[in-house]
């Protein structure tokens, strides 16, 4: 499944306008995360996340992204969103979602933190849960992603891969390729990585991007 060279996947996350969900299609983005988290510059209230996915082309999947999540919200963005892929962190699937795709989100200081995410694994596997991917981002405390904080690349690469592993964590145009040299992940996100400023999508950042890692397969 993670096997190199292959076509990483990309997800630019934070999309906030229909605007910037244009943008990130045309760049070549596979996917794009729509953040419901409130305290995020990249925050989208849900009832306004309806435009944002009626933007989005055929085969670019959105992606909810979703901290410590209650049943409702959990209901509103798969029963009147229409999402099918929920990335979350701090939390667990319900019970009574498990037609749901999941990614499991966390944040990775140092190998303790890799064997606690390990760990999580197992518990939503063993609970039922259709866990499509894990995402390790760079634990820094009191965020959930779009730090710019990078993880450690070698301490990340050690994952067990029984699913696919989705790198993010200061990912940028200029050191994405080291990145998937040293991690050879499934996929990348990127948020920060790609932004005039806090919440809000570069055009051409994201071109950069997206090229720059559908070249990486030429590396050794």
């Given amino acids: 499944m993670n096997a190199w060279p292959h076509r990483v996947r990309v997800k630019i996350c934070g999309i906030r306008t229909a605007e910037e969900a244009e943008y990130a299609a045309q760049a070549g983005a596979d996917a794009v ?3 419901f ?3 995020s ?3 989208v209230r849900p009832e ?3 435009a944002i996915l009626r933007a989005l082309p055929p085969f670019v999947e959105a992606v909810g992204i979703v901290v410590r999540p209650e049943q409702e919200l959990l209901e509103y963005l798969v029963y009147r969103l229409g999402l099918v892929t929920l990335q979350i962190y701090d939390g667990e699937p319900p019970d009574s979602l498990r037609f749901v795709r999941y990614i499991l989100a966390t944040g990775i200081g140092d190998s303790a933190d890799l064997q606690q995410a390990e760990t999580l694994l197992d518990t939503w596997l063993a609970r039922g849960r259709n866990v499509v991917g894990v995402l390790l981002d760079a634990r820094v405390p009191g965020q959930y992603g779009g ?3 990078i993880p450690p690349w070698s301490v990340v690469a050690q994952f067990s891969r029984r699913r696919p592993l989705i790198l993010a964590g200061g990912l940028t145009p200029e050191n ?3 990145a998937l040299r040293v991690v050879r992940p499934w996929a990348v996100d990127v948020a920060s990585g790609v932004e005039k400023e806090p919440g809000v999508k570069d055009p051409d950042k994201m071109r950069r991007f997206v090229h720059a890692v559908h070249g990486s397969f030429l590396l050794p």
Avoid: I
């Fill in 176 to 178: 994405v390729c080291e």
């Fill in 33 to 35: 995360g729509l953040n």
């Fill in 147 to 149: 730090s710019g904080k």
């Fill in 37 to 39: 988290y409130p305290p």
């Fill in 48 to 50: 306004d996340a309806e």
């Fill in 41 to 43: 510059p990249r925050y």
